[in-house]
């Protein structure tokens, strides 16, 4: 069935009701249980004041100079109140961004959405690293996976290459695949818009690039420098980090329509990508999504009523429990961090 011909879609299960309830019960435990803190506000304050890849923070940390990896990011500091609170109120909308598509009533996108927030880490660890502005990427992710206009197509994927070149890239071809592997009729318009854009936005990145004045140390230096410390500790960890993906194909199995080596053999490069990280299960979320949201709508595309409500509820209290491996180490219970943090920047001190 084309993916544009229903206008009224179901959830595959018992009860709708049950559903939207307990979405919104996940949610909140997700962030309750987890809980919140923000990541690197002293380099992004830093960069609000003008501060350059020179700057003393960022010369005496190679770890902090990946921001610079990120134009929309910078460019957005320069236009945000340059203080901790402007910064905090800017990436804290950005984590909200996704869970404020749970507000619509549009039954695929609330699925869609709460597909990418409760059953995979992603909401947990965008809440647990808020000054990342992952929540933007994910929200990205999901409109990719559910929007038919080619301009807004086009535009997410502009913005999206601009806010992470090197996750969009990844993001880009689980798309692909994603529209092949799981879709009978695949639109090749909407994953040539997708390509072309975030073409277009590789394009900038590197003049952006050319632009700043100054040398810095991205991603690619930072990992290669510290390679046999972060690999050694990823493989011990792999197995937390993995089984979230490894569980949703278990919990909703979906059978490729074609593909099904090209599938596995992507998985297993964005598993490989991942472990030479430093947020083995931030990352591989992230790139994996668009494959879990293409078979999660073809889920309720196809009014599939083999996966019941319940089932898919006991996976969704399985990811509240597992703790996602991040560039800390395995974060569960984070809210001592956002106390030091308000502390370190003067807010408030227990």
Known sequence: MDQKSKTKLRLPADSQSLWFRYVWIFSVLIV???????????????IAQGATAESPLFSGSGALQYIWD?????????????????????FGFLSVLPVALLLTRDTLLFWLSSSALILTPCLKTSMQNIGV???????????????????LISLSSFVLGLWHPHQSFFIGISFVISQYVFFEDIEWSQIATVLASLALAAAVFFLWKASLGFE????????????????YRNLAYAPVAFLPIA???WFIPVAPRRGKCLLGGWLFILGIVSLLTTDVT???????????LAESKKIIIEERDDIPVRRILVFASLIVLIP????????????????????????YCL
């Open 324 to 347: 996602p491996f991040s560039w800390s180490g395995l974060d569960y219970l984070v809210w001592t961090d956002l106390f030091s943090d308000l502390c370190e920047w003067g807010v």
């Open 70 to 90: 990120s134009p929309l990011k910078v460019l957005s500091l320069r236009y945000v109140p340059p203080n901790i609170y402007g910064i905090g109120l800017f």
């Open 133 to 151: 502005g992952d929540g933007l990427t994910i929200f990205l992710a999901i409109l990719l996976c559910y929007l038919n206009n080619s301009i």
């Open 282 to 292: 931030r990352v591989i979320s992230l790139t994996a999504l668009p494959i879990l």
């Open 247 to 249: 569980l949703w194909f």
């Open 32 to 46: 309750v249980i987890g809980g919140i803190r923000f990541s690197d506000g002293s380099a992004l304050l830093a």
């Open 216 to 231: 810095y140390s991205g991603r690619g230096a930072f990992m290669q420098d510290r390679m046999p410390e972060l690999l």
